[in-house]
């Protein structure tokens, strides 16, 4: 309870969330690290109606940080606005190692070297 009310100072913010979000879902969310990727799990949460499990599931697959390099491969300027690749695919019942990447030129999976 003390962390919860040390990241969650702001009343108004505890009541709106609470309305949408159960005290599971909070305990899910307070050990994360990062108050971006903690905001950005609140949102996808409340957004997609995520439950417990799903919530869990998608901050075990890290989904701020691709959403963070997805962010960070984008070119400056008006060309591709921030936040394009909304609904990422995730490849993970695959199996692949990480020796894979994609190659933005080619547009193709190709080993590293």
């Not at 100072?9 to 903690?38: C, M, N, Y």
Request: one cysteine or more; glycine letters at 4%.
């Amino acid at each position: 309870m003390i962390q919860f009310a040390q990241l969650y100072p702001d009343e108004q913010i505890v009541v709106s969330l609470g309305r949408q979000l159960s005290w599971t879902h909070f305990r899910a969310l307070l050990p994360l690290k990062s108050d971006a990727a903690r905001r950005f799990y609140e949102s996808q949460a409340v957004t997609h109606r995520l439950s417990v499990r799903e919530l869990r599931h998608t901050i075990g697959r890290k989904a701020f940080e691709r959403q963070e390099i997805a962010d960070s491969q984008v070119a400056p300027g008006p060309s591709v606005p921030m936040d394009a690749f909304k609904d990422p695919y995730l490849l993970d019942f695959l199996g692949l190692r990480d020796s894979y990447f994609e190659a933005l030129s080619a547009g193709c999976v190709c080993p590293r070297s």
